[in-house]
């Protein structure tokens, strides 16, 4: 067991080597540096940011600013307080632009790179597909606005205390580099844009009051005011951790509910209540659990306000509320503060530390938040699968606090009784006393010397049996935010990978800095360390397996590290995002990726997969799908107008309402429509918007369909569907097979196969192999796999449902409209047309869906005109309508567009005109 002199022993020996070792991949990192621009040049610099930040669509909801993010080295600790100046110098100096950048690692693309953003080493062939994404506090006014209140822009001082910035108040940004089929890798940041920052934006200035670092007699006043003015006591940032979980992001705070974030864009959607199944009262953790062998999702939610004041709950893999178990306890007399919890295979465990919440201290002058040295930590354990939610408390041995666990898992000692162990970095309060607002460095000093509170790993045994927890520390090194591979979560692992915090830093700056990454060997009680080098700092570590791995550590290490090297006022470092083989840790990086802008020090990090390309890796993936090309956003030839139409087209719309009724408008909603009101956000569509909030339409699809969907918003065109449809425009069957392709939002490219054409029924006579006829069609052809050819409603439908919504059956509605459909005949009306002899070099672009009447009178042109074309269908709850939204400014259907001649319009009367003129070989006899 650890003593504090040894512990003051290690420290200061480890202060002293780090600064002569010589340390692996030295040339690596010097040569990432060296991809960095030289100059100190501000206006070089601003060029080269420019150009990297390209105009894509995905970085249009917001202002961003093409300008140099500098890091100042310190701020004023008389106008900021010591930890405000600490937590807005170098490396914490927030970041102002949102970039989206990226880079080609395919020797054959090299010379697209962008010269700020390059690959040195190899990133692995068999390393995944996906994202690794990070988030921290970043506030978003200039730093003269977090001075000490009152003194800041627009600032008014009640004269009762004084309030500090505190770095956990700043507005969250998220960071991501994703790793792309076609040996691509992109990075974007963007703010997070809660309600919060969305109030402050508009306002101009800080609207919250600090609360963190203030004093004791202000605290109230400010928590009052913040309440007046916003409806929230706190300060909505979403700046701690990420998840991603059932085919939604998150950014998460325990304070708040969960905003999600668009799923690739990382635009901000908005807080989620899981379709209102999360109770009000209740805030989401910063780390929830998910359960490998179920695919669940546990968490608990602190409310430090009200009771009650620790909830516990469960989500199903669909990510639906399944349980909500408030603990309840009793108001005004506190509350405990609780950021990490641990789950096993059968239990639920709460951790109750010594940071404790009191609102009668603010009588006496002291802020309610404080770390208790007489309150003695414990555990609660609740066993998720008892019909009783009462909680078992088991008591540690003195007074702890607990940020960050390692893992928990079930075992049992040598008299066969039951013991849960857990394993966690105890920290007794360190953290909150290192982010007073003044006199930290001075604390941090002092614990240094005598050992006793600095962050290490520790193990905890809970007997079940007698009651009694079992204690000790495991190692004398100081680290935080721990991590493990995600998959033994809940389960007895061996691994696990922390920060080493370095304590010098602490002690002079105050600044938290993490100067290597730790393997930690929990059986052997060993560890491995690679130290990132002289003014090398890293960030969280995200364990990464590799692709069909069965051992534990078989994966990598991705994190970004930044070089404080030169941190003067004109030039900021640079940022690397590092990638370190788990197995072989003090090897140092195999590869580093230069990052366009700098990477501030934050929280908690998170990998996705790939959503289109599950499984796949980074050099094994296919290269993009074939587009369209066409242009990101265009300018219609004409605007849309509300229900216009010519007096021609009045039978036409008449027949096709009557058709649309009898058929009981199906195709009118994507499966699983649902309405929602949200926050309004001028960059997507809205049926309905006003007073600052929109109705916002939902659907729900599966996971096939969401990744076609994402596949959808990263395309810089438009993807080529990979569903070939052979059918007739007015054939009941056919248009039982369109209408379930808008039910399952699934674009798709139509081949006409009217009776008086014969240009695709001799291609499907081809791609079949024998004559065709009329019980030939409808016929699907999936381009992704030859051996997909489905023939007949009753084949394609099935294979539909089974690919694109996770096999469920068609409802009662489909299979009444099935009915009837086969009991139709055709009605073989005409408009006169007799084809087009165009070959098309590119197919038209139809944007529609099957129960508009307008539609329909443009798809009757386009068969009876025999033109190939990719139908976008655009149904109620359909994501293309926000990308059509993007698109053109509007929305409104039919929309088509011509990429052979740069045309596109609305308006399906001059839509029909511009065909019949540019297509049509003949006049159609009207």
């Known amino acids: 067991m650890m003593t504090s002199g040894n512990l003051a022993s290690f420290i200061n020996t480890h202060n002293i080597r780090r600064h002569h070792k010589i340390h692996a991949g030295r040339e690596l990192r010097a040569a990432v540096c060296r991809a960095q621009p030289s100059s100190t040049d501000i206006s070089n610099r601003a060029v080269d940011e420019y150009s990297v930040c390209t105009s894509t669509s995905d970085s249009e909801s917001g202002c961003v600013r093409y300008e140099i993010s500098t890091a100042r080295q310190y701020v004023d600790r008389e106008e900021f307080g010591e930890h405000g100046a600490a937590f807005l110098s170098g490396n914490y100096y927030p970041v102002v632009q949102e970039v989206t950048a990226s880079c080609s690692c395919n020797e054959r693309k090299a010379v697209d790179d962008n010269p700020s953003m390059r690959v040195v080493g190899t990133i692995p062939n068999d390393f995944p597909l996906g994202r690794y994404a990070y988030v921290g506090p970043n506030p978003k006014f200039p730093v003269e606005h977090y001075k000490r209140w009152g003194q800041g822009p627009g600032q008014h001082d009640f004269g009762?205390?004084?309030g500090w910035h505190h770095w956990f108040e700043g507005d969250g940004m998220i960071y991501a580099t994703d790793f792309c089929a076609g040996e691509k890798v992109r990075y974007r940041n963007r703010f997070i844009r809660t309600t919060s920052w969305q109030r402050e934006t508009k306002h101009g200035a800080r609207i919250f009051r600090p609360l963190m670092n203030a004093d004791g007699p202000t605290f109230l006043a400010n928590a009052l005011a913040n309440f007046m003015q916003s409806g929230t006591f706190m300060k909505q940032s979403a700046n701690t951790a990420l998840l991603h979980f059932s085919g939604r992001t998150y950014a998460l705070q325990d304070t708040c509910p969960p905003w999600e974030l668009d799923a690739?864009?990382?635009?901000?959607?908005?807080?989620?209540?899981?379709?209102?199944?999360?109770?009000?009262?209740?805030?989401?953790?910063?780390?929830?659990?998910?359960?490998?062998?179920?695919?669940?999702?546990?968490?608990?939610g602190f409310n430090p306000v009200s009771p009650p004041h620790c909830t516990v709950g469960t989500l199903t893999p669909q990510?639906?509320?399944?349980?909500?178990?408030?603990?309840?306890?009793?108001?005004?007399?506190?509350?405990?503060?609780?950021?990490?919890?641990?789950?096993?295979?059968?239990?639920?465990?709460?951790?109750?530390?010594?940071?404790?919440?009191?609102p009668f201290r603010q009588i006496l002058g002291i802020h309610p938040l404080q770390y208790n040295e007489c309150k003695r930590a414990r555990f609660g354990v609740l066993n998720r699968g008892a019909r009783s939610n009462d909680v078992s408390w088991f008591n540690c041995s003195c007074a702890q606090m607990v940020y960050h666990f390692i893992n928990a898992w079930e075992d049992k000692n040598a008299k066969g009784e039951q013991?849960?162990?857990?394993?966690?970095?105890?920290?007794?309060?360190f953290f909150h006393e290192a982010m007073r607002p003044n006199g930290s460095s001075a604390w941090v000093q002092q614990a240094v010397r005598s050992g006793d509170k600095i962050p290490r790993v520790h193990e905890w045994k809970i007997n079940l049996v007698t009651g009694e927890v079992a204690e000790e520390y495991l190692f004398h090194m100081p680290v935080e935010t721990p991590r493990i591979n995600d998959k033994f979560v809940g389960m007895r692992n061996r691994y696990a990978y922390a920060g080493r915090i370095l304590l010098s830093e602490l002690e002079t700056s105050t600044q938290l800095k993490f100067d290597a990454i730790v393997k930690i060997d929990l059986h052997e009680r060993k560890t491995k360390v690679y130290?990132?080098?002289?003014?090398?700092?890293?960030?969280?570590?995200?364990?990464?397996?590799?692709?069909?791995?069965?051992?534990?550590?078989?994966?990598?290490l991705i994190m970004y590290v930044h070089d404080e090297s030169n941190m003067s006022a004109d030039y900021q470092g640079c940022t690397q995002c590092v990638i370190l083989d788990a197995r072989n840790l003090e090897a140092g990086p195999v590869a580093s990726i230069s990052l366009p802008e700098r990477v501030p020090y934050g929280a908690h990090c998170m990998?996705?997969?790939?959503?289109?390309?599950?499984?796949?890796?980074?050099?094994?993936?296919?290269?993009?799908?074939?587009?369209?090309?066409?242009?990101?956003?265009?300018?219609?030839?004409?605007?849309?107008?509300?229900?216009?139409?010519?007096?021609?087209?009045?039978?036409?719309?008449?027949?096709?309402?009557?058709?649309?009724?009898?058929?009981?408008?199906?195709?009118?909603?994507?499966?699983?429509?649902?309405?929602?009101?949200?926050?309004?956000?001028?960059?997507?569509?809205?049926?309905?918007?006003?007073?600052?909030?929109?109705?916002?339409?939902?659907?729900?699809?599966?996971?096939?369909r969401a990744r076609q969907s994402n596949a959808e918003k990263m395309s810089d065109g438009l993807s080529i569907p990979t569903l070939e449809l052979y059918d007739i425009e007015d054939d009941a069957s056919c248009r039982l097979v369109r209408e379930i392709l808008n039910i399952l939002d699934v674009a798709y490219v139509c081949k006409p196969c009217s009776q008086y054409l014969s240009t695709y029924r001799s291609e499907l006579e081809l791609l079949r192999g024998v004559p065709t006829g009329s019980e030939q069609i409808p016929y699907l052809h999936d381009t992704r796999d030859e051996r997909v050819k489905k023939i007949g409603p009753d084949a394609i439908i099935q294979y539909l449902y089974n690919e694109y919504l996770d096999g469920e059956k068609p409802s009662f509605l489909v299979s009444l409209v099935g009915w009837f459909s086969k009991a139709s005949a055709r009605t073989n009306?005409?408009?006169?047309?007799?084809?087009?002899?165009?070959?098309?070099?590119?197919?038209?672009?139809?944007?529609?869906?099957?129960?508009?009447?307008?539609?329909?009178?443009?798809?009757?042109?386009?068969?009876?005109?025999?033109l190939p074309h990719v139908v976008l269908p655009c149904a109620r709850g359909s994501i293309r309508r926000d990308a059509l939204y993007?698109?053109?400014?509007?929305?409104?259907?039919?929309?088509?567009?011509?990429?052979?001649?740069?045309?596109?319009?609305?308006?399906?009367?001059?839509i029909v005109d511009y065909l019949e003129r540019m297509y049509a070989d003949h006049e159609p006899n009207r």
């Not at 209102?276 to 608990?300: D, N, Q, R």
């Not at 009724?661 to 929602?676: C, K, N």
């Open 829 to 866: 009306k005409t408009s006169g047309f007799t084809g087009s002899s165009t070959v098309l070099e590119q197919p038209l672009i139809f944007w529609a869906y099957e129960a508009s009447p307008f539609c329909a009178v443009v798809r009757k042109a386009l068969y009876e005109l025999g």
């Open 531 to 556: 130290e990132h080098g002289p003014n090398r700092y890293g960030m969280e570590a995200q364990f990464v397996a590799r692709p069909g791995s069965e051992e534990e550590d078989d994966g990598w």
């Open 419 to 429: 013991l849960i162990v857990i394993v966690g970095v105890r920290e007794d309060g």
């Open 160 to 162: 009762l205390g004084v």
């Open 319 to 358: 990510g639906e509320v399944s349980s909500v178990n408030p603990l309840w306890s009793l108001p005004f007399v506190g509350s405990i503060f609780m950021h990490d919890f641990c789950v096993t295979e059968h239990f639920t465990i709460i951790f109750e530390g010594s940071m404790d919440i009191k």
């Open 607 to 704: 990998w996705r997969a790939d959503m289109i390309r599950p499984g796949e890796t980074f050099k094994g993936a296919a290269h993009d799908t074939d587009v369209v090309a066409v242009d990101a956003k265009i300018n219609p030839q004409n605007r849309p107008k509300l229900f216009a139409f010519t007096d021609s087209q009045k039978g036409e719309l008449l027949d096709a309402t009557a058709r649309g009724i009898s058929r009981l408008a199906l195709g009118l909603f994507v499966h699983g429509w649902s309405p929602r009101i949200a926050f309004d956000d001028v960059s997507r569509y809205a049926f309905v918007r006003g007073a600052g909030l929109r109705l916002q339409e939902l659907n729900g699809l599966e996971k096939a």
């Open 886 to 910: 993007k698109r053109v400014g509007a929305f409104q259907v039919p929309f088509l567009e011509d990429p052979n001649t740069g045309v596109s319009l609305f308006e399906s009367s001059d």
């Open 264 to 300: 690739e864009t990382l635009d901000t959607i908005s807080a989620s209540t899981f379709d209102g199944k999360l109770p009000w009262y209740v805030p989401f953790t910063a780390h929830p659990k998910i359960l490998s062998w179920t695919g669940e999702l546990v968490f608990f």
